[in-house]
């Protein structure tokens, strides 16, 4: 993934402080932790009643502002997005706001008081994100007038935004250059993933961030050189076969299969310290709590751009991605909980998705102002574009486990 630099407000029920975070970091000194008890009571209670009430909350549009369907579908992804969701209603995010003293920390206040706006509004009338569009447009000039925009390439650029003003590291380490090559791949892949904490640690990393594994293999000596880099999502190839439908698992075997570099792609081999014919391959070192799967659905080719709009099907509950995984031990299952979908062509589109409630259990359509429930068989569609995904509660405790 390239590297970026990586209306009316309804103001949320303010609470006498911040609470503090679910779980101690040992990097950084922390309160200590609530029960879950505590925390359900707090943020969770008033939802509930809500939905008992016939008036659930974060079932609230958003307004066009003039092809902004890109942004608000996304928007809406994130807002779904339960622990982010929480640490915007909780005002956790200004814990770390004022910890780390932003002179400028706009983007994650918009934001955060957006999400409080769209679960804590007292009825279902759509809401302006002019603030927050504001805001985003500064971080982001690219953003700036009515063009479409590409969604997912949005969602890297307001989570690497947020990341910036929410990032618990106040000075960053210079990056030390040593030689892994000794390190056996597991204790290779640990090193680097602390080396990216000590300078891109916040709640965004907490969420989005996992590790991909890249090993290239010389075809002469077979010497095996393997590299550790962070992700906050995939971009995937949409299969083609000769049916009209492909499963997501196609489209992650695509991503992962052996390639061979050859020709001017050969790389140096630092056995052999000539180039060399060699294969590559990916695979998945560390599963983040939050996948986020791009289908590349759009392409150049010959200077004109195409889009794919082959049937991918995916589950929506117990994706199970452990034959992606560098390591045998780890089984991470996933649960879908939003999409967002691109209808159209290249040439122009519009942008909705679709996102599991969570205290309802059930599946609405986000269509900017429109918000509308959706069956569970309507969600799979040649339309989705970018798929968000939950670690199973089994797998989570697995995981957590691991990243200690």
């Not at 949320?12 to 505590?38: G, I, T």
């Not at 909780?90 to 994650?108: E, V």
Request: aromatic content about 10%.
């Amino acid at each position: 993934m390239p590297t970026l630099r990586h209306s009316y407000t309804v103001t949320a029920v303010e609470e006498p402080a911040p609470l503090p975070l679910d779980k101690p970091d040992r990097r950084r000194k922390s309160p200590p932790s609530l029960s879950r008890s505590k925390l359900v009571s707090t943020f969770m209670g008033l939802i509930i009643n809500q939905a008992k009430n016939k008036s659930p909350q974060g079932l609230v549009g958003l307004r066009n502002l003039g092809n902004t369907c890109f942004m608000n579908s996304i928007l809406q992804c994130l807002s779904n997005t339960p622990e982010l969701r929480d640490y915007c209603l909780r005002n956790i995010h200004r814990t770390d706001l004022n910890n780390n003293s932003r002179t400028n920390a706009a983007l994650m206040e918009e934001f955060a008081k957006l999400t409080q706006s769209l679960w804590t509004s007292v009825n279902n009338e759509a809401i302006s994100p002019s603030d927050f569009r504001s805001q985003i447009q500064r971080f982001a000039p690219k953003f700036v007038g009515c063009n479409q925009q590409d969604a997912q390439e949005f969602l890297r650029f307001l989570l690497d935004g947020l990341h910036n003003e929410v990032n618990r590291v106040t000075a960053r380490p210079k990056v030390s250059v040593e030689d892994f090559d000794h390190l056996s791949d597991e204790e290779k892949g640990k090193w680097m993933w602390n080396m990216y904490l000590e300078r891109e640690d916040s709640k965004v990393v907490d969420l989005f961030v996992g590790q991909l594994k890249s090993s290239v293999t010389c075809t002469v000596c077979g010497f095996r050189s393997t590299v550790f880099d962070p992700f906050w999502d995939l971009s995937i190839p949409v299969a083609q076969k000769s049916s009209s439908e492909v499963t997501l698992k196609d489209c992650l075997r695509l991503f992962t299969k052996e390639d061979v570099l050859d020709g001017e792609e050969r790389p140096t081999c630092n056995r052999c310290k000539t180039r060399r014919k060699c294969t590559k391959r990916f695979s998945i070192q560390k599963f983040p709590q939050i996948l986020v799967l791009h289908l590349k659905r759009f392409s150049d080719s010959n200077n004109r751009t195409s889009k794919l709009s082959t049937y991918v099907n995916f589950p929506l509950k117990e994706l199970d991605l452990r034959e992606f995984s560098s390591e045998s031990s780890e089984r991470p299952v996933y649960n879908l909980y939003a999409v967002s979908n691109h209808s159209g062509n290249a040439l122009g589109g519009h942008y909705t998705a679709y996102c599991r409630n969570q205290v309802l259990g059930e599946w609405y359509s986000y269509n900017d102002s429109r918000v509308s429930p959706v069956s569970s068989s309507q969600v799979r569609s040649s339309n989705a574009y970018v798929l968000f995904y939950e670690l199973t509660p089994s797998s989570h405790s697995k995981h957590q486990t691991c990243r200690l």
